[in-house]
Nanobody
Framework: VQLQASGGGLVQAGGSLRLSCSASGRTFSSYYMGWFRQAPGKEREFVAA????????KYADSVKGRFTISRDNAKNTVYLQMNSLQPEDTAVYYCAARTWGLGGLFSRPNAYDAWGQGTQVTVSS
């Protein structure tokens, strides 16, 4: 599985961005997908996850109510809509896929076996 993230950029505090992650593979709808982020000098942290059908989601407390994860299985794409962005949201954002094993909305990075290249999100104050 290959993942390609896009949509990052520079935005002012309070603004919005939508990240996209396109995936290869014929069984995308069976993959649990996640978004993670990593700020300089910090560990990679969980942001959001979604199940294969899109009906179940999970969010980190820090983004709950501001970010929304969704997917379009017809387009093999998962999205992260980010609203009310704050400077502390500045990071490289990565999409990840869990393509085998027991399903679940996992928040630990090692539960995912495929990763995109990352897209930079910078929020200015």
């Amino acid at each position: 599985v290959q993942l390609q993230a896009s949509g990052g950029g520079l935005v002012q505090a309070g603004g919005s961005l939508r990240l996209s992650c396109s995936a290869s593979g014929r069984t995308f709808s069976s993959y649990y997908m996640g978004w993670f982020r990593q700020a300089p000098g910090k560990e990679r942290e969980f942001v959001a996850a979604i199940n294969g059908g899109g009906g179940s989601t999970k969010y980190a407390d820090s983004v709950k109510g501001r970010f929304t994860i969704s997917r379009d299985n017809a387009k093999n794409t998962v999205y992260l809509q980010m609203n009310s962005l704050q400077p502390e949201d500045t990071a490289v954002y990565y999409c990840a896929a869990r393509t085998w094993g027991l399903g679940g909305l996992f928040s630990r990075p090692n539960a995912y076996d495929a990763w995109g290249q990352g897209t930079q999100v910078t929020v200015s104050s």
